[in-house]
Protein backbone atom coordinates (compact mmCIF):
# COMPACT_ATOMS: atom_id res chain seq x y z
CA UNK A 1 0.00 0.00 0.00
CA UNK A 2 2.85 2.44 0.89
CA UNK A 3 4.21 1.98 -2.72
CA UNK A 4 1.17 2.44 -4.00
CA UNK A 5 0.92 6.27 -2.01
CA UNK A 6 4.47 6.44 -3.30
CA UNK A 7 3.89 6.21 -6.73
CA UNK A 8 0.91 8.16 -6.68
CA UNK A 9 2.26 11.18 -5.46
CA UNK A 10 5.63 11.02 -7.67
CA UNK A 11 3.08 11.08 -10.72
CA UNK A 12 1.21 13.98 -9.19
CA UNK A 13 3.88 16.05 -8.92
CA UNK A 14 5.76 15.56 -11.90
CA UNK A 15 2.66 15.93 -13.56
CA UNK A 16 2.71 19.27 -13.31
CA UNK A 17 5.86 19.89 -14.96
CA UNK A 18 4.31 18.51 -18.29
CA UNK A 19 3.89 21.62 -20.85
CA UNK A 20 1.71 20.00 -23.96
CA UNK A 21 -1.45 17.39 -23.46
CA UNK A 22 0.86 14.46 -24.47
CA UNK A 23 2.90 14.76 -21.90
CA UNK A 24 0.42 15.56 -19.13
CA UNK A 25 -1.48 12.26 -20.44
CA UNK A 26 1.49 10.26 -20.36
CA UNK A 27 2.51 11.09 -16.76
CA UNK A 28 -1.25 10.87 -14.94
CA UNK A 29 -1.34 7.57 -17.19
CA UNK A 30 1.33 6.13 -16.26
CA UNK A 31 0.73 7.17 -12.11
CA UNK A 32 -2.59 5.69 -12.57
CA UNK A 33 -1.94 2.83 -14.52
CA UNK A 34 1.26 1.86 -11.86
CA UNK A 35 -1.33 1.82 -8.60
CA UNK A 36 -3.85 0.10 -10.73
CA UNK A 37 -0.85 -2.08 -11.92
CA UNK A 38 0.43 -2.64 -8.24
CA UNK A 39 -2.49 -3.41 -6.63
CA UNK A 40 -3.51 -5.87 -9.47
CA UNK A 41 0.29 -7.43 -8.73
CA UNK A 42 -0.30 -7.36 -4.99
CA UNK A 43 -2.92 -10.04 -5.14
CA UNK A 44 -0.22 -12.61 -6.84
CA UNK A 45 2.67 -11.36 -5.12
CA UNK A 46 4.25 -9.16 -7.44
CA UNK A 47 3.30 -5.52 -6.52
CA UNK A 48 6.70 -4.04 -8.26
CA UNK A 49 5.88 -5.80 -11.64
CA UNK A 50 2.55 -5.17 -11.90
CA UNK A 51 3.31 -1.30 -11.06
CA UNK A 52 5.87 -1.06 -14.15
CA UNK A 53 3.75 -3.01 -16.64
CA UNK A 54 1.05 -0.48 -15.68
CA UNK A 55 2.77 2.34 -15.62
CA UNK A 56 3.82 1.54 -19.28
CA UNK A 57 0.40 0.65 -20.55
CA UNK A 58 -0.87 3.80 -18.79
CA UNK A 59 2.05 6.39 -19.66
CA UNK A 60 1.67 4.84 -23.72
CA UNK A 61 -2.48 5.14 -23.48
CA UNK A 62 -2.43 8.57 -21.59
CA UNK A 63 0.24 10.06 -23.90
CA UNK A 64 -1.94 8.71 -27.02
CA UNK A 65 -5.28 10.13 -25.61
CA UNK A 66 -3.59 13.43 -24.72
CA UNK A 67 -1.83 14.04 -28.25
CA UNK A 68 -5.36 13.36 -30.14
CA UNK A 69 -6.93 16.04 -27.76
CA UNK A 70 -3.93 18.72 -28.40
CA UNK A 71 -5.06 21.70 -30.22
CA UNK A 72 -3.70 25.04 -30.08
CA UNK A 73 -6.38 28.01 -30.42
CA UNK A 74 -5.26 32.04 -30.86
CA UNK A 75 -6.47 33.58 -27.67
CA UNK A 76 -7.19 37.05 -30.55
CA UNK A 77 -9.28 35.96 -33.47
CA UNK A 78 -10.46 32.57 -31.90
CA UNK A 79 -8.98 30.37 -34.64
CA UNK A 80 -7.97 26.40 -33.81
CA UNK A 81 -4.64 24.63 -34.87
CA UNK A 82 -2.95 21.75 -34.64
CA UNK A 83 0.03 22.09 -31.91
CA UNK A 84 2.68 21.94 -34.48
CA UNK A 85 1.61 25.87 -35.30
CA UNK A 86 3.25 28.22 -32.45
CA UNK A 87 1.42 32.01 -34.22
CA UNK A 88 -1.61 32.23 -35.46
CA UNK A 89 -1.60 32.15 -39.48
CA UNK A 90 -4.11 34.97 -40.02
CA UNK A 91 -3.16 38.07 -37.00
CA UNK A 92 0.15 36.35 -35.80
CA UNK A 93 -0.44 36.25 -31.86
CA UNK A 94 1.46 33.39 -30.07
CA UNK A 95 -0.97 30.41 -29.95
CA UNK A 96 -2.01 28.91 -26.43
CA UNK A 97 -3.29 25.68 -25.74
CA UNK A 98 -6.65 24.13 -25.82
CA UNK A 99 -7.57 21.36 -23.08
CA UNK A 100 -10.51 19.24 -23.79
Do not use: N
Amino acid sequence: MRVILILLGVSLMVAGCATTPTQHGALLGGGTGAGIGAIIGHQSGKTAEGALIGGAAGALAGGLIGDAAAQKFCPKCGGSYTQDKQFCPKCGTELKWRQR
